[in-house]
């Protein structure tokens, strides 16, 4: 087999491919395409596949009522796996050959600072229903966020442990693998520390670690008064059964990421006494809430949590946002989303800022017989 | 430079040639396929330098990753890090920007080779099974180093690196690869590794320095997954260590066995398929990675000398010669 022989073959691969795929024609256009991204399988799948139960109901309900524009939505839905480099991969296939007018997703905030970048290169906007880090934002005109950012949110815990709990000494378990966790960690710290506490013990783990107990132990020999735990759900449900087991009986504190069913199926009674910030309450009374709650028990028979609120939420706005673009042109539709101002959504009213991110109160959550009951709102 | 024939020149000529007609055609390919593309590309490039080192010259090299993370990290330094303290970096544009990526990828294929150099120099003289696992640890050491450096992004990866890997970069450095390996091994020196796998002993005793041949095998495929790691980086536009992990280097050895030990064109052909085929089989959700598996088993069982068998696959030939002579 000579040189010229593979060479030739690879031409002959090559002029296939390029014949191929030439670009197809734009497609008719009688249904409007929107793509979404969530980690369907993998480490942090309960998120992903509460996002997307919450977006399809939203755009079946849609649908049903005649979609928009006169138009039908077609929803298409990958799965990143919860993998690092697949976000960027499934982002290009929906942009560049699915050809989706806008792309939602996803709820780590990593996963979305991967994707971000191309949807602002390929100029479609996208919507992020929970990623909180500030970063994401960051990326470009045309990504956006419906949920608070962690600046806000460690603010919120920092003032919650030191107010509301007395104390004074906290510690902090970071996993460093995850920007939401890193970023959360930060802000948690300078505010504590600015309003008079102190952060005796700073320790770190990485997501996918099972045994944390060598951190732990450091913590409890610190003696500090609460320990917050800024981890996703599987992790911070076996920190929390660990700690147990260690004699730690300190209250573990939160965020967003801690609000899966998963957390009280792993953790049991471990995570009793614990709080975390989060989106909305299911206790919340007001209409929205229950309708919804109503509306996706009946699908699911579960009850939602906050990433599926934020999911439906998000699918709202972006269809809001078309509906008074008037089209699906990627920059009308950009604009239009920039201007969400005040919609009445489930997890809160939605108002975006100049920075893109939507600034929504949090409620903070005790957990008590495996189930999250309401404590506080607090208000940016 | 006997064995640089005239005639596989030309060849590469062509090769670069289809390069820069995909280049000023890209524009008007669907994004998606392109991409897929260029991915299968830098597998091509992955899978045959490899096969240097697993196929040619017989040993069982299990760091491929590795070396791809040394090049991906040490050339988004150069296009992402630096720029941010250097401001004459940061104004390069267009084709300026072009040399100074390439320069990059340069840079970070040569540090991947030190570190071929590094681990080879003591480790390959180790045989089979005891230099997979060297190799297997050396990958490790690298994910777990930058894993832990803050000014490389940590566990978190680092994000926004410039989309600077064009078709053209990433097919020339396929064509590349297959030309320096399909002419390496063609050399009296390249006889070296072949009889190296035939025979290591055999070999030894009639002079060959098969641990020179070890070693020059394993950088030259480290120089090139090094490059091949800093196309990749900056086609996807994020890395992170998890990416360069012990998977991937056993999806790079999948690549040599499917394609068959040896066969510069079973591998790059391999390569090709496996990396469309992954993509079009997404829609098979979590099957997708169950089908791959089975059919890696099926094709081992129907056919274990790979998709070309036998044919081009260099044979060593050492004793023949000397019989002649």
Known sequence: MTLAKILLTFGATALLFVTGCAKQAETDSDVIK??????????????????DAGTTLAIEEINAAGGVLGKQIELITEDDRSTAGEPANVVRKLIHRDKVSAVLGQVASSMSIEAAPICQEAGIPMITPASTNPEVTEKGDFIFRICFIDPFQGKVMAKFAKENLGASKSAILTDVKQDYSVGLTKYFKETFEEIGGEVVAEQSFSSGDTDFKAQLTTIKAADPEVIFVPAYYTEAALIALQARELGIELPLCGGDGWDSPKLFEIAGKAVDGCYFSNHYSQEDPSEAVQDFIAKYKAKHNAVPDAMAALGYDSAYVLVDAIKRAGSTEPEALRDAIATTSGYKGVTGTITLDENRNASKPAVVLKIAGGKASYVATVAP | ??????????????????????????????????????????????????????????????????????????????????????????????????????????????????????????????????????????????????????????????????????????????????????????????LGYLAT?????????????????????????????????????????????????????????????????????????????????????????????????????????????????????????????????
Not at chain 2, 86 to 113: C, D, H, N, Y
Not at chain 2, 267 to 296: C, D, H, K, P
Request: aromatic share 8%; with cysteine.
């Open chain 1, 34 to 51: 929107i793509g979404q991204f969530a980690s369907l399988t993998g480490g942090i799948a309960s998120f992903g596949q509460s996002s």
């Open chain 2, 1 to 190: 430079m006997r064995w640089i024939s005239e005639h596989s020149r030309t060849t590469l000529l062509i090769g670069l040639a289809l390069a820069g007609l995909l280049q000023l055609i890209s524009g008007n390919l669907d994004v998606y396929y392109l991409n897929i593309g260029l991915m299968a590309a830098i597998h091509v490039a992955l899978a045959v330098s490899l096969n240097l080192v697993n196929g040619y010259t017989g040993q069982f090299s299990l760091g491929h990753a590795g070396f791809m993370a040394v090049g991906a990290y040490t050339a988004a330094s150069l296009t992402t890090i630096l720029p941010e303290a250097l401001p004459a970096i940061a104004g390069l544009k267009g084709f300026s920007l072009q040399l100074w990526f390439v320069f990059s990828t340069l840079v970070g294929g040569g540090a991947a080779a030190l570190c071929g150099f590094l681990v080879g120099m003591p480790s390959l003289r180790l045989r089979g099974d005891y230099l997979a696992i060297v190799t297997l640890g050396f990958g490790e050491i690298i994910r777990v180093f930058i894993q832990s450096s803050d000014t490389l992004g940590g566990a978190r990866g680092l994000s926004g690196l410039p989309p600077l890997t064009s078709p053209f970069t990433c097919v020339s450095l396929a064509v590349i690869s297959i030309y320096i390996c399909g002419n390496l091994v063609k050399s009296t020196y390249g």
């Open chain 2, 197 to 325: 796998r035939d025979d290591e002993i055999a070999a030894e005793s009639v002079g060959v320095n098969t641990t020179r041949c070890k070693v020059n095998a394993f950088v030259v495929g480290a120089f090139i997954a090094g490059m091949a790691g800093s196309l990749y980086g900056h086609l996807l536009q994020y890395i992170n260590p998890s990416q360069f992990g012990f998977l991937k280097s056993i999806e790079i050895v999948v690549l040599v066995i499917l394609g068959g030990m040896g066969s510069t064109l079973g591998v790059s052909i391999a390569a090709v398929v496996m990396t469309f085929g992954l993509e079009q089989m997404r829609n098979l959700n979590e099957w997708r990675m169950v089908i791959y598996a089975l059919l890696i088993i099926v094709f081992m069982i129907v056919r274990p000398q790979g998709v070309m068998g036998t044919l081009g696959v260099e044979r060593s030939r050492t004793k023949s010669k000397r019989k002649a002579a």
